[in-house]
């Protein structure tokens, strides 16, 4: 087993295309200008399919509520619902009005991101991660935990985007940022930090700095033993390459 991006052990931790599989969207090519087709959505929704109808007014309840009415952030989690049914295409146009509404509207940026990320659009998908990392500076250094977990998915995903195009020290950029931050205490928050150390141990590792991504991979060990058999992996391999010099070194 090797601990890279490509390994889909890898990948399906951290919620990447299995690169095996066909990928009709990757196929398409640029995300470009909307098309016709990804502006075919309803005028108006019922409000059983918004989340959070439990919160909402009771009066807004007994209508259809027209898409254009929706805020940004009711229309982020109208997107996320989509997403969770794996249906990108229709989930696009409502995070592109979000957008529309708010262009600083940082979760949002973050989500599109990811979204082309997962349709393999790795440029596109880079512009709205840098987009999102520097509205999120522009306020200050994050300190929220809504911030900073902000902070650390745009930039695991920014770093993985790059890494996939080949910019290697672009990705690195993002990804030790990461690494620099303080270890959250929310749980979720902390889940998604110790997710980005993986990858910057896998990206190190794939450059052949073992000792770098073995230091960042007893952290995540730490954390969550799963992690362990990344680490031992790592460590196997620098004593071999270690022990490899030691024999040439006798060579000469």
Not at 20 to 26: F, K, L, R, T, V
Not at 197 to 220: D, M, P, V
Request: aromatic share 6%.
């Amino acid at each position: 087993m090797q601990l890279t991006i490509r390994h889909p052990t890898v990948r399906a931790k951290l919620g990447l295309p299995d690169k095996q599989a066909p990928n009709a969207d990757a196929e398409q090519g640029s995300l470009g200008p909307p098309t016709e087709q990804q502006h075919n959505f309803p005028e108006s929704i019922s409000p059983q399919e918004l989340p959070g109808i439990e919160s909402m007014d009771p009066q807004r309840k007994q209508h259809k509520i027209s898409i254009e009415s929706l805020s940004p952030p009711e229309l982020i989690a109208l997107s996320v619902k989509i997403l969770s049914k794996g249906d990108k295409d229709r989930a696009i146009p409502f995070i592109r009005m979000a957008l529309d509404k708010d262009p600083n509207y940082v979760r949002a940026l973050v989500i599109m991101g990811q979204t082309l990320l997962q349709k393999e659009q790795l440029v596109e998908a880079t512009d709205y991660f840098e987009r999102a990392i520097t509205k999120l500076f522009l306020i200050g250094h994050p300190t929220k935990v809504e911030e900073l977990d902000l902070l650390i998915s745009a930039s695991q995903w920014a770093g993985a985007a790059y890494v996939r195009q080949g910019k290697i020290a672009e990705g690195l950029v993002h990804l030790e940022r990461i690494a620099n931050l303080k270890e959250p205490d929310e749980p979720r928050s902390k889940a998604h930090y110790f997710d980005g150390l993986l990858l910057l141990a896998s990206t190190l590792h794939c450059e052949g700095r073992n000792a770098e991504a073995a230091k960042h991979l007893r952290r995540a060990a730490a954390y969550n033993p799963a992690y362990k058999e990344y680490l031992e992996e790592c460590e196997r391999e620098d004593g071999f390459v270690n022990d490899l010099e030691s024999s040439r070194r006798r060579d000469y």
